[in-house]
């Protein structure tokens, strides 16, 4: 038993070695595994380092890129940049890149192959749309029963306006003995004109610029029609000369006679909004600010804005401002109408819902430049013009802060394309006025200078729904907040 124990014991101190060099074995080979652990780990993260670096140089590489492009003088250069792209309007939010003034506009390139399409866009939302011509007694309510040319709109009748169906009837100016009168003659002219560019000047502050680059067959196709009041006429005569007492170039003088409204600047705003009212036989028109020289060919303008992207209705987007309440802060301080009145105005639309402009709605801008307006005749694009007149008769004649707001209240119904502002610039070339507009009410900043013996600075005849009683309390309406984007703005 002895020899037993002993050999048990001898047996175990012998395996003890065995069992110790196989634990120093396996520590020697897990020490030398972890230096390459360590160094695969360290590998593999900086390798995430320097990809993430070198992806993070390429994206600023590709931004640096992009800006240098878009603000390149080089005509190649300034090609490059998509400036309609989401990365460039990111660009200019963020302040990187600014548009360029003025840019190449894609226009075909030879007017005498554009093709004219056959049908009419189809109507959509509206089928058929006729206009009020008088008022009734509900909407004079027994006062200022004298003709108005917007007519005596209600605010239940403004509301009701907004709601599409498929026939529908609306104020849209012209009201009987309203004023704006054509004569017989120009009447049975422009029945013929079924494209039509058209221009205006009021109370002389223009004289007529005749466009250039005008293709022999724009020539016969487009009437060229400027319309222009009494005084304008004459100021005209005296200074450029007149054919036939009708024409200047190019252009057909159309008189209106009884201009609407006290204000010249809401006057011009029955030519450039009312285009259909003026022409109804027109199929497609291009409206151009009096004070611009066209020198791009009408048909492939129409090409371009319109017929390209299959659109009904183009206008630029603003230089400086996307939000309404920035641009009418603007007005204020340019003095372009009355502050407490344009304050007003801002706060009934602020009641009725609209926010500010932000990236999330599904328009490029809530203002635009309206000195270019490019259209089709459409039952929609009519009733949207008719709309946006009745916001300027009831309200300010400073029709792109009324512009965006039509635009909410038909709630995506009413489709357009609004192009970048510097193609916009690319269109005309800009003359001065022949002298500057001055009125009275523009210089007003409070309500209380409307009283009194200076009540005689109230319109008589446009801006109504500034002084009717609103059917809501504005009082404690709060304008959104502005700040200023652009000195120039």
């Given at each position: 038993?002895?020899?037993?124990?002993?050999?048990?014991?001898?047996?175990?101190?012998?395996?003890?070695?065995?069992?110790?060099?196989?634990?120093?074995?396996?520590k020697d080979k897990l020490s030398s595994d972890y230096p390459i652990k360590i160094i695969w780990k360290r590998g593999f993260i900086r390798l995430l380092l320097v990809g993430g670096i070198l992806w993070m140089l390429l994206i600023l590489a590709v931004l640096l890129f992009h800006i240098w492009t878009c603000q390149s003088s080089l005509v190649f250069l300034s090609a490059i940049c998509n400036k309609d792209s989401t990365v460039f309007q990111m660009l200019h939010t963020m302040g990187l890149v600014t548009p360029p003034h003025r840019c190449s506009i894609p226009l075909a390139s030879d007017p005498e192959k554009v093709v004219i399409p056959e049908k009419r866009s189809p109507s959509k939302f509206v089928?058929?749309?006729?206009?009020?011509?008088?008022?009734?007694?509900?909407?004079?309510?027994?006062?200022?029963?004298?003709?108005?040319?917007?007519?005596?709109?209600?605010?239940?009748?403004?509301?009701?306006?907004?709601?599409?169906?498929?026939?529908?009837?609306?104020?849209?100016?012209?009201?009987?003995?309203?004023?704006?009168?054509?004569?017989?003659?120009?009447?049975?002219?422009?029945?013929?004109?079924?494209?039509?560019?058209?221009?205006?000047?009021?109370?002389?502050?223009?004289?007529?610029?005749?466009?250039?680059?005008?293709?022999?067959?724009?020539?016969?196709?487009?009437?060229?029609?400027?319309?222009?009041?009494?005084?304008?006429?004459?100021?005209?005569?005296?200074?450029?000369?007149?054919?036939?007492?009708?024409?200047?170039?190019?252009?057909?003088?159309?008189?209106?006679?009884?201009?609407?409204?006290?204000?010249?600047?809401?006057?011009?705003?029955?030519?450039?909004?009312?285009?259909?009212?003026?022409?109804?036989?027109?199929?497609?028109?291009?409206?151009?600010?009096?004070?611009?020289?066209?020198?791009?060919?009408?048909?492939?303008?129409?090409?371009?804005?319109?017929?390209?992207?299959?659109?009904?209705?183009?206008?630029?987007?603003?230089?400086?401002?996307?939000?309404?309440?920035?641009?009418?802060?603007?007005?204020?301080?340019?003095?372009?109408?009355?502050?407490?009145?344009?304050?007003?105005?801002?706060?009934?639309?602020?009641?009725?819902?609209?926010?500010?402009?932000?990236?999330?709605?599904?328009?490029?801008?809530?203002?635009?430049?309206?000195?270019?307006?490019?259209?089709?005749?459409?039952?929609?694009?009519?009733?949207?013009?008719?709309?946006?007149?009745?916001?300027?008769?009831?309200?300010?004649?400073?029709?792109?802060?009324?512009?965006?707001?039509?635009?909410?209240?038909?709630?995506?119904?009413?489709?357009?394309?609004?192009?970048?502002?510097?193609?916009?610039?690319?269109?005309?070339?800009?003359?001065?006025?022949?002298?500057?507009?001055?009125?009275?009410?523009?210089?007003?900043?409070?309500?209380?200078?409307?009283?009194?013996?200076?009540?005689?600075?109230?319109?008589?005849?446009?801006?109504?729904?500034?002084?009717?009683?609103?059917?809501?309390?504005?009082?404690?309406?709060?304008?959104?907040?502005?700040?200023?984007?652009?000195?120039?703005?």
């Amino acid at each position: 038993m002895d020899n037993d124990v002993h050999r048990s014991v001898s047996l175990r101190a012998s395996r003890r070695p065995d069992r110790s060099v196989d634990h120093f074995q396996i520590k020697d080979k897990l020490s030398s595994d972890y230096p390459i652990k360590i160094i695969w780990k360290r590998g593999f993260i900086r390798l995430l380092l320097v990809g993430g670096i070198l992806w993070m140089l390429l994206i600023l590489a590709v931004l640096l890129f992009h800006i240098w492009t878009c603000q390149s003088s080089l005509v190649f250069l300034s090609a490059i940049c998509n400036k309609d792209s989401t990365v460039f309007q990111m660009l200019h939010t963020m302040g990187l890149v600014t548009p360029p003034h003025r840019c190449s506009i894609p226009l075909a390139s030879d007017p005498e192959k554009v093709v004219i399409p056959e049908k009419r866009s189809p109507s959509k939302f509206v089928q058929s749309l006729s206009y009020f011509e008088e008022d009734d007694d509900a909407s004079t309510n027994g006062s200022q029963s004298f003709p108005l040319f917007g007519g005596h709109q209600s605010w239940e009748q403004r509301d009701d306006s907004f709601k599409l169906k498929s026939s529908m009837k609306v104020h849209c100016g012209f009201m009987r003995n309203g004023g704006a009168e054509m004569s017989p003659k120009d009447k049975e002219y422009v029945k013929k004109c079924k494209f039509v560019v058209a221009s205006g000047i009021f109370d002389g502050y223009d004289t007529p610029h005749q466009p250039s680059n005008v293709s022999p067959r724009s020539k016969k196709l487009f009437c060229f029609l400027m319309v222009v009041d009494e005084i304008s006429l004459d100021f005209i005569k005296s200074n450029v000369s007149v054919r036939d007492d009708e024409w200047v170039g190019i252009w057909r003088l159309i008189v209106l006679k009884n201009p609407p409204y006290d204000e010249p600047r809401r006057n011009g705003k029955v030519p450039k909004i009312l285009t259909h009212r003026l022409f109804p036989q027109a199929l497609y028109s291009i409206w151009i600010d009096g004070k611009m020289e066209l020198i791009v060919d009408p048909l492939l303008m129409l090409e371009r804005y319109l017929w390209r992207g299959k659109h009904t209705f183009a206008i630029a987007q603003h230089k400086h401002h996307k939000n309404i309440y920035e641009e009418a802060d603007s007005n204020k301080r340019r003095k372009r109408y009355a502050r407490p009145l344009i304050d007003h105005h801002m706060k009934i639309y602020r009641y009725e819902g609209l926010e500010p402009w932000t990236p999330l709605k599904q328009t490029r801008s809530d203002v635009p430049e309206g000195a270019i307006i490019i259209r089709e005749h459409t039952p929609l694009n009519n009733l949207f013009s008719c709309l946006w007149f009745n916001e300027v008769n009831l309200f300010t004649p400073r029709d792109q802060l009324s512009f965006g707001f039509v635009v909410y209240r038909l709630k995506g119904s009413f489709k357009f394309f609004m192009f970048p502002n510097c193609e916009y610039n690319s269109i005309f070339i800009l003359h001065p006025h022949t002298r500057e507009h001055s009125s009275k009410i523009e210089w007003v900043k409070s309500l209380n200078e409307f009283k009194g013996n200076n009540s005689g600075l109230k319109e008589s005849r446009g801006g109504l729904g500034l002084w009717s009683p609103y059917p809501a309390d504005l009082n404690s309406v709060v304008l959104p907040p502005v700040a200023r984007t652009s000195k120039a703005g």
